[in-house]
């Protein structure tokens, strides 16, 4: 019998995505070009931000975003050790850009519930040297953006989306990504669309957009708004390599462009199909005749429209002691899980050895995350009967390990 294989994604690409990535290589226009101009015009449209810029990654969006606050071209420039909150449950690279440009990251705990940042702990943790929020959207939920908003705007701080989870979740109709100055998405594996790796950033400042454009190409100033004034004053460099700040190399390839862009089309489609299979696992799970409590699912703000990155589940109390033999049994019988995000970011090693300060207790709801909880994917095809079944099946094994 072939075994049982249920992955964090399958099926990712139709034929439309592969013809499509086919002919970008046969036309031997890869490097970035038409093909990505439009899709980001088109994204921006969509997600309804004014600009977006296709990146080769989540991670690089993210880096991006901190990195033009940073920029001697931005208007409001932050100055080293500026504090910058993020939740102690976020991923490496949601984290890493505030070390990389020199600030400094303060963690606050999240909600239980939700994953998402706890409001009432972030408010304390303000003080005269904060200056921005990276929010990370965990597994494509939020948390309050009416109240985020008005702290926001209160303390006259800088948000940044980092929507890499929940790339087309909305709060109250509008969507995530573009409630701050920056919204980051990825489209790496897994993710609500794919295209291997990718990654988008959105803004609604020409300033920013032009600081963002020289950022993800090497520094230039080439394509920028910019150039006009330095090309004058410049005049005796060749043009084209007029060096204007700090900058990488951070563009997709044509081919990312033409299959995250088919796959943008079908979002919605994607994003439903999604939520489908949540129901149909949850109400087996819940009606199966030995349910008895084993799992908690996160709960949902009604004001939330989510976009499901996975399936995250929280192991109750009383089965939590086995939760390792239990993931490995998952394993063994086919069933790829992993932990929420990165668990509580400080129980990681790089904490010690950038010795982040922070009290342990003010970290409870992250730890718990850490300790009861796990995802499972959640695919974009309807889920088969023979799967839900074996997935129930696996997962209420839970109790076994008692
Ligand atoms: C919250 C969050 N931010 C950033 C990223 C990085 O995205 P990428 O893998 O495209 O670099 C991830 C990746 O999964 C993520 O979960």
Redesign the pocket.
């Known amino acids: 019998m072939k075994k049982f294989k249920y992955k964090l994604l399958s099926n990712a690409f139709n034929k439309k995505d592969i013809d499509i990535g086919t002919k970008i290589i046969r036309s031997k226009q890869l490097t970035i070009s038409f093909i990505t101009r439009k899709f980001e015009k088109y994204f921006a449209k969509k997600i309804g931000a004014k600009y977006a810029i296709m990146t080769n990654?989540?991670?690089?969006a993210?880096l991006m975003a901190l990195s033009a606050l940073t920029n001697p071209l931005s208007k409001k420039i932050f100055k080293p050790g500026s504090e910058i909150i993020i939740p102690a449950v976020?991923?490496s690279?949601?984290l890493w850009p505030i070390l990389q440009n020199n600030l400094k990251p303060v963690f606050v705990d999240v909600e239980l519930d939700s994953f998402n940042i706890d409001l009432d702990k972030l408010k304390k943790k303000i003080n005269k040297k904060t200056k921005a929020i990276v929010l990370?959207h965990v597994l494509g939920l939020s948390t309050n953006m009416k109240k985020l908003m008005k702290i926001v705007k209160k303390n006259k701080l800088d948000l940044i989306e980092?929507t890499?989870?929940s790339l087309g979740a909305t709060y109250d109709k509008k969507k995530l990504g573009t409630y701050g100055r920056f919204g980051t998405y990825?489209?790496?594996y897994s993710?609500q669309i794919t295209s291997g790796?990718g990654?988008m950033i959105v803004c609604n400042n020409r300033n920013d957009y032009n600081i963002l454009k020289s950022l993800r190409s090497h520094g230039w100033s080439r394509d920028t708004i910019f150039h006009k004034y330095y090309k004058k004053k410049y005049s005796k460099i060749d043009h084209n390599f007029l060096f204007i700040g700090p900058g990488y190399n951070l563009r997709p390839t044509e081919i990312q462009a033409g299959i995250a862009f088919n796959q943008f089309k079908r979002l919605e489609k994607l994003i439903n199909l999604r939520k489908v299979n949540r129901s149909i696992i949850i109400n087996k799970l819940k009606n199966h005749p030995e349910w008895n409590n084993q799992f908690e699912f996160v709960k949902i703000d009604k004001l939330i429209n989510p976009s499901w990155f996975g399936l995250p589940f929280m192991i109750s109390n009383k089965y939590i002691k086995k939760k390792k033999i239990f993931l490995d049994f998952l394993s063994k019988n086919g069933i790829e899980n992993r932990p929420i995000?990165s668990g509580n970011f400080l129980n990681q090693p790089a904490s010690k050895l950038y010795n982040f300060k922070y009290n342990r207790n003010d970290f409870r709801n992250a730890n718990e995350i850490e300790k009861r909880g796990f995802f499972i994917g959640l695919h974009t095809n309807k889920i088969k009967t023979y799967e839900v079944n074996r997935l129930v099946k696996y997962l209420l094994n839970i109790g076994k390990f008692l």
Do not use: A, R
């Not at 990654?57 to 690089?60: D, K, P, V």
């Open positions: 990654s989540g991670s690089s993210n976020c991923w690279t949601s990370v980092d890499c989870e990825s489209f790496y993710h790796e990654g995000i």
